[in-house]
């Protein structure tokens, strides 16, 4: 060690000082308690209060400063999961001088992202709750990046597909219950707190049915650019899985529970029908990485609604996903995997089949309630739910007669389902016709103009011209339109035309005397919408 440098106890009091006399700064984006993410510099967490820990010292700032609203209900949720009440993310104020008072700080100088799993024993969970948004949230800020350190706080064990947290970053995640025997009061340098949800596509149903989310922003691209992630550290990438060409069906089965009782049926059903090697996976009997390595080759992936159907993102473009869903519970009803087979430019085909014949179900009334037990239930709500034909809607997450019927095992009607997947028509075992991913969009037209005439008292004429979109010159788009519309100002309404050429006289309905808005925009392949250019004001 070189004489100048100084020594870790020069440093760490030199830190302890800075801490003290600077205390934590928090500069956070989001207008509302769920959009919200932070960045912290000097975020200490209480290990004997479980809390974490905001010093105010004289450099200290706190954007947004929510005073009380900061608990209203929370400043941000932890989780991806929008707005859940065990989610929550706050911190406990104190002056910085409290610090004298407090366990010596130890302080962890590494990037690190803080955020709580959702519910880490459910595959479906697993990805689309935590995997796809730390992954996009480490990529979201400089200060991060594919190297920082995870801390999970919601205090839950590992769980069966902890190895999967452990590809998101070359550094072992750090979980709530390490932090103790790191110290009593730890400080981080470099904190970033809460994930982004712009890769979420479902809500759960807390307050409202289950379904899609209002406004998804995620397309296949980014759920591929992180399933491509994931099948690299893997080593399960789709070139080393079966040879290509060979296209192959994978009946994806679940052996304790929901289970297909006629499997074997069905996979000669299957094999005989589409002509192609059929192969059961699951997740008892294969490592993930075999599945990912599986699925990433087939061109049919077949399965009981359930979470191991989320890997339905490793399916190669143009491959189908074939959904089974037992007696009486609705398909249109729990659309996870629908829609994530649905996202622009995941280029998968989705078919939901459900069992409609009573005789081909088998139930399981005397088990636990979370296994779909109803024996706990009055014998007048056992008899209503036994008669019922189909569950109604309903909340998360513990409605006993969507469990009774989700936990039921079907013997499948191999000629119903087979009727199902071909009258999906399109939805053949691919890969078929991905569409090419990303049309992209024209940009404003250039140089609009409009020159008006009257002729005469009761007639007149708009001449509007423009230049094609800047973009177009580097694109190939065969097909280019124009818009345009034409609005008498004042008014709601308007007259719009499509248009091939880059100019054009209006003489209808255009009276003398009148002021015109005129609104031009360029559409690539139909529809391929661009902006509009600014508005013309056109005076006859
Ligand atoms: N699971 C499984 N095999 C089974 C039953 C469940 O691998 O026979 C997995 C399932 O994929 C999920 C977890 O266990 O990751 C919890 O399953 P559960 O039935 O609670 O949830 P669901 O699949 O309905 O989301």
């Not at 830190?15 to 928090?26: F, I, N, Q, S, Y």
């Not at 009727?419 to 399109?426: F, H, L, S």
């Not at 007149?460 to 973009?471: E, F, K, Y």
């Not at 091939?500 to 609104?519: E, G, R, S």
Request: hydrophobic share 40%.
């Amino acid at each position: 060690r070189g004489a100048r440098e100084p020594s870790p106890e020069a440093d760490y009091e030199a830190a302890v000082r800075a801490l003290e006399e600077e205390g934590t700064r928090m500069v956070c984006t989001g207008r509302t308690h769920t959009d919200r993410l932070c960045r912290f510099q000097a975020l200490c967490y209480s290990t004997e209060a479980g809390e974490f820990v905001f010093f105010h010292g004289n450099a200290s700032v706190m954007l947004p400063s929510l005073g009380p609203r900061r608990f209203q209900p929370a400043l941000l949720d932890l989780s991806s999961v929008e707005d859940h009440s065990a989610q929550y993310f706050n911190f406990v104020e104190l002056p910085a001088g409290a610090l004298r008072a407090l366990p010596r700080p130890r302080f962890v100088s590494e990037a690190v992202l803080i955020a709580n799993r959702f519910n880490p024993d459910n595959l479906m969970h697993v990805f689309h709750d935590d995997l796809l948004p730390v992954f996009y949230t480490m990529r979201q800020f400089p200060g991060l990046g594919p190297e920082a350190r995870l801390l999970f706080m919601e205090g839950r064990p590992p769980g069966p597909h902890f190895d999967l947290y452990r590809l998101l970053s070359p550094h072992a995640p750090l979980m709530r219950e390490h932090l103790g025997g790191l110290g009593r009061l730890l400080c981080f340098s470099q904190a970033y707190v809460g994930l982004s949800k712009a890769t979420t596509w479902y809500q759960y149903g807390f307050v409202q049915p289950q379904g899609p989310k209002a406004s998804i922003l995620v397309s296949g691209v980014e759920i591929r650019r992180f399933a491509g992630f994931v099948a690299e550290r893997l080593n399960a990438t789709a070139g080393k899985g079966p040879p290509r060409g060979e296209g192959y069906i994978v009946v994806f089965s679940r052996t304790v529970n929901r289970l297909i009782l006629n499997e074997a049926e069905l996979l000669l059903a299957l094999a005989q029908e589409f002509r192609m090697k059929t192969v059961t996976v699951s997740l008892e009997d294969h490592t993930f990485a075999d599945v990912v390595r599986l699925v990433g080759g087939a061109s049919m992936l077949v399965s009981v609604h359930g979470a191991q159907l989320v890997t339905a993102l490793f399916l190669p473009r143009g491959a189908t996903v074939v959904e089974l869903f037992p007696y009486a519970v609705n398909p249109d009803h729990y659309t996870p995997y629908k829609t994530l087979a649905g996202l622009p430019h995941m280029d998968l085909h989705y078919v939901a089949w459900q069992n409609t014949k009573q005789e081909n179900t088998v139930t399981h009334p005397d088990r636990p309630w979370d296994q779909g037990g109803i024996a706990h239930l009055d014998r007048a709500e056992q008899e209503r739910i036994l008669k019922s034909r189909e569950v109604p809607r309903h909340l998360c997450c513990r409605n006993p007669e969507w469990l009774f019927r989700i936990y039921q095992d079907t013997k499948v009607d191999i000629p119903s389902l087979l009727q199902t997947i071909r009258g999906a028509g399109r939805a053949r075992p691919g890969p078929g016709d991905p569409q090419t991913p990303g049309g992209l969009y024209p940009s404003k037209v250039k140089e609009a103009r409009c020159r008006a005439s009257v002729q005469g008292a009761s007639q007149a004429r708009l001449s509007v011209s423009w230049q094609v979109p800047w973009n177009l010159k580097f694109l190939k788009v065969k097909d280019v339109q124009y818009e345009v519309w034409i609005q008498e100002q004042g008014e709601n309404a308007y007259m719009p035309y499509i248009l091939n050429h880059q100019n054009h006289t209006f003489a209808d309905n255009i009276k003398p005397f009148t002021t015109y808005l005129v609104w031009i925009r360029c559409i690539f392949g139909r529809n391929l919408l661009g902006p509009f250019a600014d508005v013309l004001v056109c005076s006859t």
